[in-house]
Structure formats: structure tokens, C-alpha cells
């Protein structure tokens, strides 16, 4: 039940955050008073979004309260949403001279020259939230669900799934990856909003990560520690389509991180920078 009617006058300048975002509307909430609200139309929004808008109409149908208006300008802005950062959790060390695999021979070496000089490293575990799993049974899981409903081409399941998932908490880091995953699969070199969509899902996973690890992180995410993965998955998608969309020395950036944070290089980092100082284009690529 609706308890009290907004009071805010049409024309009103107002940030909204996005927190499912559905084909023709957006449910979210008032960023400066967590009010929920359904907001149309929809544009290219992403589920953790801050979107400024110009207040149109705002009304209650069958207790959901809706919003028209403009969207003038949206943002990331992951300190702004007073979400609890992520645990990070200290798991032991990291000792290159230990741990590293890479055959001296091995061409793509060079990458990891500064990742060995630096030497040992703290190894972290980052906390996964997964809404709606059963702990009492090991084979609940809605992030899996939903992955199988979009490959079985139930896409309105699939996407209903993830939405219920971050309404409840937008720090599910593989809900963001997944999203990504699907718009970036979809998308062709014609595309190109469908792939800066793509990248602005990832990016809101790879940020809110980033903001739970703090400023100056220097420690060890390993892939074979599981609930590491969302977040290394936010991050390869997010450089692939920083690639895909031509920004090259960004995308670089990113797979250099990738290396810091995993010198295992489950992902293939290291065959991405070779691919890229080849002069190779993301449509080019041989990986």
C-alpha cells in the first residue's frame, strides 16, 4: 500500500537509480530518500545507473507508483549509492617463486615482468552475493537458473530472474556479468549501442568491486578461489568490449589489471595484450 503520495512537482531535477530495468519501464528508487519508483520510458539504461531526470507525471496504479519524465544524463557512481562494500577476506600468500607456471620460453612472459619483480603478494577471497539461494540445497542457485533459461531462449524468465536478483541487492556481481555476457553475445559490428550497453553492465560490477577492494589494492584474486570469478568476469567483459569499441589503450589497461589480480591467467589476459600489441582489432583477433 501506497502510505503517502510523492510531493514533488513536474519539472523537478531528480536522481533516480536503476534497479531492474525492464522493456518498457525501470524500477527504481529515489536516490536521496530510497523511495521505489516505476519510471518510463526506457531508453538504454543499466540495472546500477544513477539516472538524473526531469519529472513528468507521477502516479499509483494497483499500488506501484510511477514516474514519467525525461532522462537527461546517466552515471556510475558507486559511492553515491551507500551500498556496504563486499568482504574481502585475507586466504594466505601468493609467492611467485612458488606459484608462477610460465616456461621461461613462453613468449608471453613478458607480461608478467613487473608482476614477479614486485614478489610475494596477500592473497584475498571477494564475498559473492547470490539472493534467493537455499543454503539447506547445495543445487539452488538463480544466477545458474537464469543462464539456462536464456540458453533455452527463454529470455523474459532469464532477465525476470537477474531483475529480482539486484532489486534485492545490487552488489550480485554475476548478475551485472551475465547481463553483459547476454548484450554482448547479441551484439554485431552494426551494434554499437547494444555493445556500450554491454560495457556499462560489466562496468557497474568491475566498479562496485572496485570499491569494496578500497583504493591502492595490491593483493592476489585467484580464479580458483570461486567467489572471486563475478568480479574477474565483470572485468575480462569490460575490457573485451572497451576493445570491441576501439579504445584500445583502455581495454589494455584493463588486462594488465587482470594479470595483477590473477597471474594465473585462467581468462587468456595475457593472449588478449599479444592479439592487441599486434596491431590486431577485436573483429581481427585469432583468440
Known amino acids: 500500500m501506497i502510505k503517502k503520495e510523492l510531493n514533488i512537482p513536474m519539472g523537478t531535477k531528480l536522481d533516480l537509480v536503476a534497479l531492474a530495468v525492464k522493456s518498457r519501464a525501470i524500477r527504481c528508487k529515489i536516490l536521496s530518500s530510497g523511495v521505489p519508483v516505476t519510471f518510463k ?146 551484439s554485431d559490428s552494426h551494434r554499437e549501442m547494444r555493445i556500450d550497453k554491454a560495457l556499462r553492465h560489466y562496468e557497474v560490477g568491475l566498479k562496485i568491486g572496485e570499491y569494496s577492494l578500497g583504493k591502492n589494492f595490491k593483493g592476489v584474486l585467484p580464479w580458483g578461489i570461486i567467489n572471486n570469478r563475478p568480479f574477474l568476469r565483470c572485468m575480462h567483459g569490460y575490457g573485451l568490449s572497451l576493445w570491441r569499441l576501439g579504445h584500445v589503450k583502455e581495454a589494455k589497461r584493463v588486462f594488465n589489471r587482470m594479470l595483477w589480480l590473477n597471474p594465473e591467467d585462467n581468462q587468456g589476459a595475457r593472449f588478449l595484450l599479444a592479439e592487441i600489441d599486434a596491431g590486431r582489432t577485436f573483429y581481427e583477433s585469432e583468440v
Open 41 to 186: 520510458p526506457v531508453r538504454y539504461e543499466v540495472e546500477g545507473e544513477i539516472l538524473t531526470v526531469l519529472t513528468g507525471k507521477i502516479w499509483t496504479y494497483r499500488k506501484t507508483r510511477y514516474m514519467s519524465g525525461v532522462v537527461l544524463k546517466n552515471r556510475i557512481d558507486i559511492p553515491a549509492l551507500n551500498l556496504k562494500p563486499l568482504e574481502v577476506k585475507p586466504m594466505g600468500e601468493w609467492d611467485p617463486a612458488a606459484d608462477f607456471w610460465m616456461d621461461d620460453e613462453d613468449p608471453c612472459k613478458k607480461y608478467f615482468k613487473a608482476i614477479l619483480k614486485h614478489g610475494k603478494r596477500d592473497i584475498f577471497e571477494m564475498e559473492q552475493i547470490i539472493q534467493y539461494e537455499d543454503p539447506d540445497d547445495p543445487y539452488t542457485d538463480p544466477i545458474l537458473e537464469a543462464a539456462e533459461c536464456f540458453a533455452d531462449e527463454n529470455y523474459d524468465e532469464a532477465y525476470k530472474i537477474l531483475e529480482e536478483v539486484l532489486v534485492e541487492d545490487l552488489r550480485c556481481l554475476d548478475a551485472h556479468a551475465h547481463l553483459g555476457n547476454w548484450e554482448f553475445n547479441l
